[in-house]
């Protein structure tokens, strides 16, 4: 599976690609560590650059600098000729753009104060429809090549989430948390392949890989087994427990090599 950015250019400009997935991180990461305002703030940002790569792929060039406001060129953008551009790019990506730019430019000053924050939700919200608008640039893109499994992907991998004590190299993952047991490494490794299935002996490897013995190998492999599922051949993916645990996992052992 390609990159997101590869996906997406040359159908869209590559400037405001490389803008929309830097923000598009930028809003995961910050969800990630809970800091709902900056995730929400970012969004806004993304829509953004989205709009402008929408803008070009109308044929249009967008407004420079602060003359480029995103409810004008949503509106610029559906009033274009019907068949000069996609309706996708017309109407479906913008209408969800309005959306999250409604949320990111009116935080913190639409809610009453005596009410539940909102902030999480409103977080949850537009993490959602941003990834949402980035998979639908990804299919109309591809025009046609790239499933809806093969955008989702791509998604994903923009936000799974990063911890400093996971390396990759050469197909292995290592996990240098301090005193991982097997099992733990095994979902580190699961975790790491996620959404991408991976086989037994594969998992196993890995696990030899990062200096376990055979034994404990296929010892933790059968650990692992409420936290998988497996398909007809046995390739294994990790559910949501598994992904959780994972997490787990990985923030303990980054907790603890800094302390």
């Not at 993952?173 to 975790?191: C, E, I, N, Q």
């Amino acid at each position: 599976m390609s990159s997101p950015e590869n996906l997406l250019v040359p159908v869209f400009a590559k400037a405001h690609v490389a803008a929309a997935l830097r923000h598009f991180s930028g809003l995961i990461e910050d969800y990630q560590k809970g800091e709902w305002e900056d995730c929400i703030g970012k969004s806004g940002k993304f829509i953004e650059a989205v709009l402008k790569a929408l803008y070009v792929r109308s044929g249009n060039v967008p407004p420079k600098g602060k003359a480029f406001k995103a409810d004008t060129a949503i509106n610029f953008l559906a009033g274009t000729p019907h068949g000069s551009a996609d309706d996708t790019i017309r109407l479906t990506i913008p209408r969800a753009c309005r959306f999250v730019y409604e949320v990111a430019s009116n935080r913190g000053g639409r809610h009453d104060p005596d009410e539940i924050d909102p902030n999480e939700m409103d977080a949850q919200a537009v993490v959602t429809q941003c990834s949402w608008i980035l998979a639908e640039m990804i299919r109309h893109a591809q025009h046609g090549a790239a499933t809806p499994d093969d955008a989702r992907r791509a998604v994903e991998a923009l936000m799974k989430r990063k911890f400093p004590l996971i390396e990759e190299i050469d197909g292995h993952t290592y996990f240098h948390g301090r005193k991982p047991s097997a099992t733990d490494v095994a979902l580190v490794v699961l975790f790491n392949n996620y959404p991408r299935r991976i086989s037994p002996e594969n998992l196993v490897a890995q696990l030899q890989a990062n200096k376990f013995s055979l034994p404990n190998a296929r010892m933790a492999l059968v650990r692992v087994n409420r936290y998988v599922h497996r398909d007809s051949q046995g390739n294994l993916v990790l559910l949501a427990p598994g992904l959780r645990k994972a997490e787990e996992i990985m923030g303990a052992g980054a907790l603890a090599a800094r302390s």
